[in-house]
């Protein structure tokens, strides 16, 4: 059937909605059919403004990968994948396409959201949308900013593990299997409990696993432990057992395990057990290169591009770091697949994303999911030798220079804190700063949280004789994001220049030990001393070289020097990109939050959030409560000289490239949120 040309840059083409695969795919044809099963109009046929009515496009693509193509080494187990008739490794994920109806007003840029355990954040992060796995009404679409740019916007599944929930994306990937039988192995699974439980799933976070196969293996071993570092305690095998789900499509399968007695509140448990059948993981590297080349490249694309854009947050950021570290921006014909890459709160960590056995689910933080393959070096751009081994890397080291990406790195405060980011910029013994490469832009949004929280519920407001500090940080660095995405686009597209990269450094005293944080006194809150911890980790002889973890768990080595943002008088971050909230403070915003009151991990970071500390309103409730802050008396007249400075700032930032024009006004609302929400308890 006729199919949209390419729009702005006008190639004809024809829609690929073949039945079936005939015969053998073509050299280089790694997408070998598109089928659309649904292609509706957005929100009825609403214009964008200029770019008109959007369409979506739901389907799946087919994918056939030739194993012995150098572009495909890197993919562990390529060689026990099953193949077809022609040789091939086949997979097919499922995908969802948001395009400009119109051919003609298509930019021909293609935004392609690397999905966080198969969900969509980019209308979210960039719409301001709320969030939906199947996004069809207005408060799905947002304001539509990528829409009025004329971009597409692509989903594709590429974590075979994603939990089964209707709308998630998942590329369906065969198992490795060799011809005389199973290929079998040891997984770990890990657990910080803060309540008593009967029973725990040996998956994370709700995804799919790799069911034990054998409960009486001798391998299969469960420990308990009291910290993070501490030593391990082998519980007897006959106190504990392997379960099967009542209900769901794991009955049968053995993926839960229950000990007698329950897992004891404030305790770390381990378990490394036997199972069989691994997935083929790192397909999902190549299928998701794959559909950016053949949007780029293929005739017969259904959603074509000139370039493709790729987008990562948390799980998948890392993910990025991952496909460039490996080699995968090369095609299976030499070609650049992504154009641009936003590498979005990925820390300096990796992950299970190419390895036997590997769960893509699974990542590092201070006080869960310990020690899987995500702190990994290198962690540069530019090579650099690791003083320690005396092996030199970058993440570079295998994209020559015509294949690489221009590429955003953004880090939140808690990066630095709870993902060790500063090894992004700094050399392994923590002693000079790396320069980014010309390719290349790291900004630090300066005092976030890992994600944007709200302000405290009336329900959580506390009055008192000292200063409140309440969990999660409102912090709004997406409206910086948003400038960014922009920029990132115009860069690729246009060539325009973004800003130049704005991170705490060593050389100027921005960057520093977590000791040497001159954080002020406030009466009640609790500063952690010690950030997230990376150790050097050996997970056997096989894991460099085959992707096989012989050492479950790892053997830890010396620790890598994480370093931290410097902050002003008020505990604000000074380093890398300050919005209006720092230029214009009525709080502190930390990007930490220390474990408080709990059965266990007491005084270590929690994972993800961070604290937000109002400002007293008078200088005589300051004084009465001990905080050596200024308080908002002191440091505005009145409301309207405050909203003013908002103003300036956000017009400041504005002409640094770091807040859209029209993004101003939300600036400013945010900051008039938090001084009513301070100033009308």
């Not at 404030?266 to 993981?281: A, H, K, N, W």
């Not at 200024?630 to 956000?650: F, G, N, V, W």
């Amino acid at each position: 059937m006729p199919g949209p040309g390419r729009g702005r840059f006008a190639v004809a083409l024809a829609v690929a909605l073949v039945p079936a695969l005939l015969g053998p795919a073509p050299t280089g044809a790694e997408v070998v059919r598109v089928e659309i099963e649904r292609r509706e109009d957005v929100l009825g046929g609403r214009a964008w403004g200029p770019v008109g009515a959007y369409e979506k496009l739901i389907g799946r693509i087919y994918f056939a990968f030739d194993p012995e193509n150098p572009a495909n080494q890197a993919v562990v187990d390529m060689d026990f994948a099953p193949r077809n008739g022609a040789g091939r490794v086949e997979a097919w994920a499922e995908f969802v396409v948001l395009q400009p109806k119109d051919p003609d007003q298509r930019r021909g840029v293609a935004w392609l959201e690397v999905s966080n355990r198969g969900g969509k954040a980019s209308l979210r992060y960039f719409h301001g949308a709320e969030s939906a796995d199947d996004p069809v009404s207005e408060v799905h679409f947002g304001d539509g900013l990528f829409f009025r740019q004329g971009l597409t916007m692509m989903w594709v599944g590429w974590q075979w593990d994603v939990p089964d929930r209707p709308g998630l994306l998942r590329l369906h990937v065969p198992f490795a299997r060799r011809t005389d039988g199973p290929i079998t192995g040891l997984v770990r699974s890990d657990w910080t409990v803060d309540e008593s439980v009967e029973v725990l799933p040996l998956s994370h976070r709700g995804h799919r696993t790799y069911p034990a196969t054998d409960p009486q293996d001798p391998a299969n071993v469960l420990t308990v432990r009291d910290s993070r570092e501490g030593p391990r305690t082998v519980l007897p095998r006959d106190t504990w057992t392997f379960l099967s789900p009542s209900e769901g499509p794991e009955i049968g399968r053995l993926t839960m395990v229950g000990l007698d007695g329950g897992f004891q509140a404030g305790r770390i448990y381990e378990l490394v057990y036997r199972s069989q059948d691994p997935r083929v993981v790192g397909l999902g590297l190549a299928a998701l290169r794959d559909v950016a080349s053949y949007a780029k490249y293929a005739l017969d694309s259904p959603f074509p591009a000139q370039q493709v854009v790729a987008f990562g947050v948390s799980q998948t950021g890392r993910w990025l770091r991952h496909f460039v570290y490996e080699g995968f921006n090369r095609d299976e014909r030499d070609r650049k697949a992504f154009d641009g890459m936003l590498i979005h709160t990925a820390g300096a960590g990796r992950g299970s994303f190419n390895h036997r056995f590997a769960q893509p689910s699974r990542d590092g933080h201070p006080y869960s999911a310990f020690f899987y393959p995500t702190d990994l070096f290198p962690f540069t751009s530019r090579p650099q030798v690791d003083g320690a081994s005396g092996v030199e890397d970058g993440l570079l080291a295998r994209t020559p220079p015509e294949l690489r990406p221009r590429v955003f790195v953004t880090n939140t405060g808690y990066e630095y804190w709870g993902r060790a980011a500063s090894l992004i910029h700094t050399s392994t013994d923590g002693r000079r700063d790396v320069s980014p490469v010309p390719t290349e832009r790291i900004y630090h949004l300066g005092s976030g949280q890992h994600f944007v929280g709200a302000l405290p519920s009336e329900d959580a407001r506390r009055e008192g004789a000292g200063p409140a500090a309440y969990p999660s940080n409102p912090l709004d660095f997406l409206l910086t994001l948003r400038a960014l995405a922009v920029g990132l686009v115009d860069w690729v597209a246009d060539d325009a220049v973004p800003p130049e990269s704005r991170y705490p450094r060593l050389a100027d005293g921005t960057l520093v030990p977590a000791e040497a944080v001159a954080f002020p006194a406030v009466p009640g809150v609790s500063v952690p001393s010690v950030p997230h911890v990376a150790y050097r980790a050996s997970y056997g002889p096989r894991y460099a070289n085959q992707g096989i973890i012989d050492r479950h768990p790892p053997d830890l080595g010396s620790p890598f020097p994480s370093l931290v943002s410097q902050v002003d008088g008020l505990g604000n971050e000074i380093g890398g990109v300050r919005g209006v909230e720092l230029r214009v403070p009525v709080a502190t915003y930390t990007p930490w939050n220390v474990r408080e009151g709990m059965a266990g991990g007491n005084g270590v970071l929690r994972d993800f959030v961070g604290t937000w500390i109002p400002l007293a309103r008078t200088e005589a409730e300051r004084l009465a409560s001990g905080d050596p802050r200024p308080s908002l008396e002191a440091l505005y007249p009145d409301r309207e000289a405050y909203l003013d400075r908002l103003r300036m700032a956000a017009g400041a930032l504005t002409e640094a490239g770091f807040l859209l024009p029209e993004d101003v006004g939300a600036a400013v609302a945010r900051g008039e949120a938090a001084w009513a929400w301070i100033h009308n308890p």
